[in-house]
């Protein structure tokens, strides 16, 4: 087993988030969980049957609004825009605040070879009148100002969308380029510590060689030996390189299906690897209209099987029964990825979901209606401790926009489980709510 990056301070402990972003939103009849509480005072909606095993995982957040009542067209790009800033975009204009997960990345810069990373099926959502910079991006990055109480603000300004890598072999390739997926574990150790050994030739003559240096040499020198011990125990805290095990190379991933595995095994491995502690991935970009054909009930129906066109379904009950079986398929693929995260081994040879923190959303909240109020959040994973997890957290709702809870409330909270301080996040983030305990 690999020894990460935790085990060398400020890096410890190790605390990854993953953004999940499905398209085209929930089918909310069933989905919304019965009860309230804890273990058994709730039960998991219908729409996530498939994820009844992993129940003692799961964080279900309802009640909350992304910040918006403010009705006008363009609601999935509004709504992808905000997932993870909870700003409401501005019009054919990248300004917005940063988004959560480029705020933890930041915070935990250093701790893995790739600060984040930004994944994805495929470029091809509409702009939605918005720009497709909205529809296609769940990742900003934005003004950052730290203020003199220690906290920080994330105000809207010019903002860059970063895009997603949407190729499964240059994904694999920007994370396992150079790796020798064939070496023993005994090679890989030899490896590794004939790297280390250099190093230790090379620092036992700093002492005779700083006795022949005038004092500002002696200052440089001593710098660069400090650097040098710096990346020695970096070496001997790092699992990547060799001590990695990639996944086969991707084939055939024209496949739907097939590559959606495949990029959900490369997330799993370069979590376990400690390659990266943040991912965004969108199974596919707002407003997506991929044919969902090849799933057995809405091939059985027949007709329009577009996911975008079907999720428009105004209560016909053909369309409804596609549109379900399409957000049943997309809750398997998502359950299916959940369970690689438990059934890896971390470096403390506990699951790999204890470490993690899963957030799973869609751009809006009732695919048909494509509302943004109670708006659910799906969460798995225990954040070393810091998430309790087998609940449902409910907010109360409201008509009065001023009495609700919102998105930005949840991020601020969300942000200081890694150690970020912010007093205000987004349009309407002004306080920190507890649903992680």
Not at 40 to 48: C, F, G
Not at 95 to 106: G, H, K, L, P, Y
Not at 185 to 196: F, G, I, S
Not at 416 to 429: I, K, M
Request: glycine letters at 8%.
């Amino acid at each position: 087993m690999h020894t990460p990056n935790a085990a060398a301070a400020p890096c410890a402990p190790v605390r990854r988030f993953l953004a999940y972003m499905f398209p085209n939103g929930h089918h909310m009849p069933e989905h919304k969980p019965e009860g309230a509480g804890a273990g058994n005072q709730w039960k998991l909606p219908p729409m996530l049957a498939s994820m009844e095993d992993l129940k003692s995982e799961l964080v279900f957040v309802s009640g909350l609004e992304n910040q918006h009542r403010r009705k006008e067209f363009g609601d999935h790009a509004i709504g992808c825009g905000a997932l993870l800033t909870a700003r409401k975009p501005t019009k054919n204009k990248p300004f917005t605040n940063s988004s959560v997960d480029q705020i933890i990345a930041d915070a935990q810069q250093g701790c893995a070879r790739i600060p984040s990373l930004q994944l994805g099926t495929h470029d091809a959502g509409p702009s939605d009148q918005f720009g497709t910079y909205y529809t296609r991006s769940i990742s900003w990055r934005g003004p950052v100002v730290k203020n003199d109480d220690g906290s920080m603000s994330f105000p809207a300004g010019e903002a860059t969308p970063l895009g997603k890598e949407i190729d499964a072999q240059r994904a694999f390739d920007r994370l396992f380029a150079g790796s020798d997926p064939g070496a023993s574990a005994a090679q890989a150790e030899m490896r590794r510590a004939l790297r280390k050994s250099v190093l230790d030739a090379v620092v036992p003559h700093g002492g005779w060689l700083q006795t022949r240096l005038n004092p500002a040499d002696r200052a440089k020198v001593d710098q660069l030996f400090t650097g040098i011990r710096e990346l020695e125990r970096d070496i001997a805290a790092s699992g990547m390189g060799p001590t990695c095990s990639p996944p086969p190379e991707p084939t055939n991933v024209k496949d739907f299906q097939q590559k959606l595995d495949f990029l959900h095994t490369l997330m799993a491995i370069a979590f376990q690897c400690d390659l990266t502690r943040v991912i965004t991935f969108m199974m596919g970009d707002a407003l997506s209209n991929r044919n969902l054909g090849f799933i057995d009930d809405v091939e059985r129906l027949g007709g329009d099987a577009g996911d975008h066109s079907v999720s428009h379904h105004s209560g016909q009950d053909g369309l409804v029964k596609k549109f379900r079986a399409m957000t049943l398929w997309k809750m398997e693929q998502i359950a299916a990825f959940l369970r690689k995260l438990r059934d890896l081994t971390d470096f403390d040879d506990q699951p790999l979901l204890n470490n993690t923190l899963v957030w799973i959303n869609s751009e809006i909240a009732d695919g048909n209606l494509h509302n943004h109020d109670d708006k659910p959040i799906l969460l798995a994973g225990r954040l070393g401790g810091l998430v309790t997890t087998d609940r449902h957290v409910r907010f109360p709702t409201s008509r009065d926009y001023s009495k609700v809870k919102t998105y930005g409330d949840f991020f601020i909270t969300l942000l200081g489980l890694y150690g970020v301080r912010v007093n205000e996040f987004g349009n309407d983030g002004k306080e920190a709510i507890v649903w992680q305990s």
